[in-house]
């Protein structure tokens, strides 16, 4: 099946300071979903992002399906953006969604 | 809009019970759910696909008679872990589909489970 792999797996950041998340995948796919999941648990919806590059405030994510990678980035971090960012990829037709391994990130103040 | 909601969000068993946990779409149809399990500091790892009105999908290695999955509607799907062991303690998460942009999937906040 396919593989996704994120990187780095952790990250600590001083608040303010800028960052760059990748995620790679093995095979070509129909969808693939950033998000991020908040020190409770809940994962929010960041970016449906099949390809090109879309922007919402101070995040932005890029994916290039011809070459099977997405990169999020977090511009003047704060605080509030501690917690796991998963990228997760859909491919063929069962909706299943293939999730990375996430990134750990801290904000410190 | 696509707001989901589970319930319980946190619950404590003793071993041997049942516990039902419930999903639900609130502002939208779900044509598709998805129930996840999540071990601490781990990544999620899809247990079954839902269809309403349809028997649920299971991936390989999850035992369908442990962890029933009902969908009654299209509204509301629900997850009941049966005879409950301490190896069952974990987080569950629910998503759903319909929401949005074809499979774009919105999650709903989890439960945590602790089986005593």
């Known amino acids: 099946g396919i593989q996704v792999e994120q990187s780095p797996p952790d990250l600590i950041l001083q608040e303010g300071a800028n960052s760059t998340l990748r995620c790679n995948f093995s095979d070509s796919v129909n969808n693939l979903q950033w998000f991020h999941q908040n020190p409770w648990g809940q994962l929010i919806n960041l970016f449906y992002i099949p390809s090109g590059t879309k922007q919402n405030g101070r995040l932005s994510a890029t994916t290039v399906a011809t070459e099977r990678y997405s990169l999020l980035y977090i511009s003047s971090s704060q605080t509030t953006d501690s917690g796991v960012y998963f990228c997760a990829v859909l491919t063929g037709n069962t909706g299943k969604l293939i999730f990375g391994q996430g990134t750990t990130l801290q904000v410190k103040p | 809009g696509a707001v989901v909601s589970q319930h319980p969000s946190w619950v404590i068993c003793k071993s041997g019970t049942s516990v039902k946990i419930e999903c639900r779409s609130l502002?939208?149809?779900?044509?598709?759910m998805f129930w996840y399990r999540q071990f601490p500091k781990q990544s999620l790892m899809l247990m079954a696909t839902s269809n309403e009105g349809s028997k649920a999908t299971y991936e390989q290695g999850v035992e369908k008679d442990k962890f029933l999955i009902n969908h009654a509607s299209l509204t509301l799907s629900t997850l009941t872990v049966t005879s409950a062991h301490p190896e069952d303690s974990s987080f569950y998460i629910c998503s759903a589909e319909g929401g949005g942009r074809w499979n774009e999937q919105f999650f709903g906040p989890g439960t945590r489970l602790t089986v005593l």
């Open positions: 502002d939208f149809q779900a044509t598709t």
